[in-house]
């Protein structure tokens, strides 16, 4: 099913101004659902794209229905959990047997081949972009969805990247965020310390309180 899809979008990107384009994005999708600890929505999927791309995707939900619909299922949330999910649609993949395909070290899929440790280390920049700024980089969105899932889970994505094996570049991207991180105050209060005020009614004044978040 890769292979076939590979041959088409290839034949699809030939047509168009942006070469590999379609197989990118794909790439990125699968790599993303894969890896999320919980199911993503296709505005988280979207904003992933744009932030790791630097332009706006176009028909995102469209794509994933029709064109790689052989792939993944939409639904909406269903538990309490995902109710944080604002009533989304969720993506996942098709098939259960399909997580273990992709999380498997080498395959050879033809042109739309996911390489774990790259897919790792551009999930885990992603999520500490999206805590570090306020808006995507093309389409100027909030990054409220993105920032919802980072604060949960940027521990384990953290723990499980290995620094090693991730290409210069990123490595490079991903040290600059988590500085910016532990240093910038403002940052701090946006990701790490959830501020409370309390008001006492004897003094009728506000007090600041703060709680590390988990």
Same mark, same amino acid.
């Given at each position: 099913e890769l292979q076939r899809l590979g041959k088409e979008l290839s034949a699809s990107d030939m047509m168009s101004d942006d070469e590999g384009s379609q197989i990118q994005q794909l790439k990125i999708i699968l790599s993303s659902v894969t890896l999320a600890q919980r199911p993503l929505t296709v505005?988280?999927?979207?904003?992933?794209?744009? *932030?790791?791309?630097?332009?706006?995707?176009?028909?995102?939900?469209?794509?994933?229905?029709?064109?790689?619909?052989?792939?993944?299922?939409?639904? &909406?949330?269903?538990?309490?959990?995902?109710?944080?999910?604002d009533g989304s649609t969720v993506v996942t993949l098709r098939h259960s047997s399909f997580y273990e395909f992709f999380e498997s070290p080498s395959i050879d899929t033809g042109s739309i081949e996911i390489n774990r440790d790259q897919a790792g280390a551009d999930f885990l920049f992603v999520m500490l972009y999206a805590l570090a700024n306020f808006e995507a980089p093309s389409s100027n969105r909030w990054l409220g969805p993105l920032k919802r899932y980072a604060k949960r889970y940027l521990p384990l994505h953290l723990k499980l990247a290995d620094p090693a094996k991730v290409a210069p570049g990123r490595r490079n991207d991903?040290?600059?965020?988590? *500085?910016?991180?532990?240093?910038?105050?403002?940052?701090?209060? *946006?990701? &790490?310390?959830?501020?409370?005020?309390?008001?006492?009614?004897?003094?009728?004044?506000?007090?600041?309180?703060?709680?590390?978040?988990?």
């Amino acid at each position: 099913e890769l292979q076939r899809l590979g041959k088409e979008l290839s034949a699809s990107d030939m047509m168009s101004d942006d070469e590999g384009s379609q197989i990118q994005q794909l790439k990125i999708i699968l790599s993303s659902v894969t890896l999320a600890q919980r199911p993503l929505t296709v505005e988280q999927l979207d904003l992933i794209l744009e *932030a790791l791309l630097g332009e706006e995707v176009l028909n995102l939900e469209d794509d994933l229905r029709k064109v790689y619909s052989s792939l993944f299922s939409l639904r &909406m949330p269903e538990d309490d959990d995902e109710d944080e999910l604002d009533g989304s649609t969720v993506v996942t993949l098709r098939h259960s047997s399909f997580y273990e395909f992709f999380e498997s070290p080498s395959i050879d899929t033809g042109s739309i081949e996911i390489n774990r440790d790259q897919a790792g280390a551009d999930f885990l920049f992603v999520m500490l972009y999206a805590l570090a700024n306020f808006e995507a980089p093309s389409s100027n969105r909030w990054l409220g969805p993105l920032k919802r899932y980072a604060k949960r889970y940027l521990p384990l994505h953290l723990k499980l990247a290995d620094p090693a094996k991730v290409a210069p570049g990123r490595r490079n991207d991903i040290s600059s965020f988590l *500085a910016d991180l532990f240093t910038n105050e403002s940052l701090l209060n *946006a990701w &790490m310390i959830d501020s409370i005020y309390r008001r006492f009614l004897s003094s009728l004044n506000y007090h600041p309180s703060t709680v590390v978040s988990d």
